[in-house]
């Protein structure tokens, strides 16, 4: 081996990993100023992270639970363990204020916790360091760091003044939804690096073993050594950057570019992608579990299932018919696609029309729906506001590609994940410019023009297209009405959340709701975390609220609602997302109706999503990412050839 040469302590890396014997770890008691009663399971996790940072090299790890499991009330008993300070928690938008609310309520106000985010931010380090956690938001903290490297044109002048957060060094820092750096080139990743700090955690509920590709920026920001670091092959130059100044040289030994090596991916990742299943495959395998074991803890629902108590929570699907008018235009559609798809699979090149075939599942599901998503949706050539060009919705957590489209954030990752295979073969192309999809899915959300609202409606909404005086109802809307209804009649009190992928639907729900006398409330990713915070509050106080339209976009980070008892699910996708309503807190058993329309695409979904549950939990380890996938085979299954 090339490198040991210059670096003959590599040699014993592994070995010395493999012989370190992990020690016992001694569950925490029950923290005094902590008020909500710990699980056993979750005593023993912070005993786990206590025990990383007193003895581990690492000086820190990654916390993987499950969704649901309490990462965050984890973390805050560690916060409660040694109560040094500042620290610093990093998390998505949406999840601030839910950070804040746990840390208030269950600490008794034990921890001083202030909010980095917004216009009336902190400006000096020492008022900063005074508070024993500190709040911000992932864009908030690459802004920040952009203005410092970059600087900000303020009056034609170009500024650059120091981020205050990365002056600081704290003494933790703790990403949420650590996912959110998993591009190492991205900005926030670069951001995140640039942070100093005596531990470094980061917590995530998604099984990162099976993303060998995205574990090295968590490897990056722990800067475990060796694992994080670069290495010459002809000095004994080591670096955690990657510093060729003048692009030719290196700026430590003057070496080229071409002689240094990352020692992850020479060790682990190349050897893994080159031959996933070949002895160097599982060389590279086993060296990444012995790296893991020792930074990474991860439990399932299912194993810690007798400490959570988890109420019942019960699925039942119900199965309407599309009546003869719906069926007219399903069937044109669904023959139009079939068709086309038929096409693409005798030219061979449905590899190439991923974009094509993502639109036309789509449509049909929309129409499933109800045939004015369809037949009335927003007339794209003059463009004056801004749609996704993936649902064709109002983008919500808008970002924008390389080609300039614009898209919801969750519809460009759904498409990612559904054309990833892993082989780095198949890139998706936009589908409006056919432009190879090249997007940071990491880039802070787009400042859109405020979403004018008409009432309860957005000036765009599909409400104000339509002459609501002479619209039908569709099979989907109607069974959601007669479900709504029939529980009211049980119990006005009980509550339920329907959740739906389209903006569009949700808008027409809510009118034909309104109208049946419910009164309802609506979250979507258009609205700012305070909003959100009003609408999650007004559903869970108000008595007279008793249905809550969410767009799935939305629901998707640190939504906990504890107040729900019946859940909705208005369209199916295949990858099952229900787990985000099942969490702590929920005291009540739950009952979640699937409403399907039996003779669309809907029902051919649902068997697909079935048929890979199967697969998986037939496979060791709970690879989630197979979910997400649609492979030629699915496709065909999805189109019935
Ligand atoms: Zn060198
Ligand atoms: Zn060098
Ligand atoms: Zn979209
Ligand atoms: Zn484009």
């Not at 998503?373 to 993936?390: E, H």
């Amino acid at each position: 081996m090339r490198l040991s040469s210059q670096h003959p302590e590599l040699d014993t890396v592994w070995k010395t990993l493999e012989e370190t014997k992990a020690l016992p770890v001694i569950p925490i008691d029950q923290p005094a100023e902590l008020s909500l009663d710990l699980l056993p399971f979750q005593k023993y996790g912070i005993g786990w992270m206590v025990q990383q940072e007193k003895l581990n090299d690492f000086k820190g790890g990654v916390l993987a639970d499950e969704m649901g499991m309490g990462k965050t009330i984890q973390t805050i008993a560690l916060l409660l363990s040694d109560k040094k300070k500042p620290n610093l928690v990093i998390a998505p938008t949406v999840a601030l204020i839910q950070w804040k609310r746990e840390i208030e309520t269950h600490t008794n106000n034990a921890l001083s916790v202030n909010l980095f985010h917004g216009a009336s931010k902190l400006d000096d380090t020492e008022s900063l360091e005074k508070y024993d956690v500190v709040l911000t938001t992932y864009s908030t903290m690459e802004n920040s760091f952009r203005r410092q490297e970059f600087g900000s044109r303020r009056k034609g002048e170009l500024i650059k003044e120091k981020s205050i957060i990365h002056k600081i060094h704290w003494h933790r820092i703790i990403l949420d939804e650590a996912h959110n750096i998993k591009d190492r080139s991205c900005n926030t990743a670069r951001a995140v690096f640039n942070l100093n700090s005596n531990f470094k955690w980061s917590l995530s509920g998604t099984p990162l073993q099976n993303r060998v590709g995205e574990l090295y920026s968590l490897i990056r920001f722990m800067q475990a050594d060796p694992f994080s670091y670069y290495f010459c092959t002809k000095c004994p130059c080591k670096s955690i950057t990657w510093k060729f100044t003048d692009r030719r040289n290196c700026d430590e030994c003057g070496h080229k570019p071409m002689d240094h090596l990352c020692w992850w991916n020479n060790e682990v990742l190349k050897p893994i992608q080159r031959d996933g299943h070949g002895d160097e495959g599982r060389v590279a395998m086993k060296k990444l579990r012995l790296l893991l074991d020792k930074m990474m803890l991860r439990r399932t629902k299912l194993e810690c299932a007798d400490d959570l108590g988890l109420p019942p929570r019960t699925v039942v699907v119900r199965r309407d018919m599309f009546n003869e008018e719906e069926e007219d235009v399903y069937k044109s559609l669904f023959t139009d696609s079939v068709r086309k798809f038929t096409t693409y699979v005798e030219q061979g090149s449905v590899l190439n029309n991923y974009a094509n075939i993502f639109e036309l599942l789509m449509k049909m599901r929309q129409s499933a729906n109800h045939p004015d998503l369809i037949t009335k949706k927003k007339d794209n050539s003059n463009n004056k506001q801004l749609v996704c060009m993936l649902c064709n919705e109002p983008p919500e957590d808008a970002i924008v590609a390389a080609c300039k489209h614009v898209f919801c954030r969750e519809c460009c990752v759904q498409y990612y994940q559904s054309f990833d295979y892993g082989d780095g073969i198949v890139k998706p192309n936009c589908p409006t410019c056919f432009a190879t999809l090249s997007v940071d899915l990491s880039q802070p959300s787009l400042e859109l023009p405020e979403n004018e609202r008409d009432g309860m409606y957005s000036k765009t909404s599909i409400v104000n297209r339509i002459d609501m005086s002479k619209w039908r109802s569709s099979t989907k809307i109607e069974a959601l009405v007669e479900e709504l209804t029939k529980l009211r009649r049980q119990d006005k009190t009980i509550k339920s959340i329907v959740f739906s992928q389209f903006v569009n639907f949700l808008d027409l729900v809510y009118w034909r709701l309104s109208r049946a006398g419910f009164e309802c409330i609506r979250l979507d990713g258009s609205m700012s975390p305070r909003q959100r915070d009003a609408a999650i509050n007004c559903f869970m106080t108000k008595p007279t609220v008793t249905v809550f339209l969410i767009s799935l976009k939305a629901g998707g980070v640190a939504l906990n609602l504890t107040e729900a008892s019946r859940v909705f699910i208005c369209d199916p996708w295949w990858n099952p997302a229900m787990d985000r309503i099942h969490r702590l807190g929920q005291h009540r058993p739950i009952k979640i109706t699937r409403l399907i329309i039996e003779n669309s695409i809907e029902s051919r979904i649902v068997q697909l999503q079935e048929k890979k549950q199967a697969l998986v939990e037939s496979t060791i380890g709970n690879d989630n990412s197979a979910l997400e996938r649609l492979s030629v085979e699915d496709l065909r299954f999805l189109f019935v050839l």
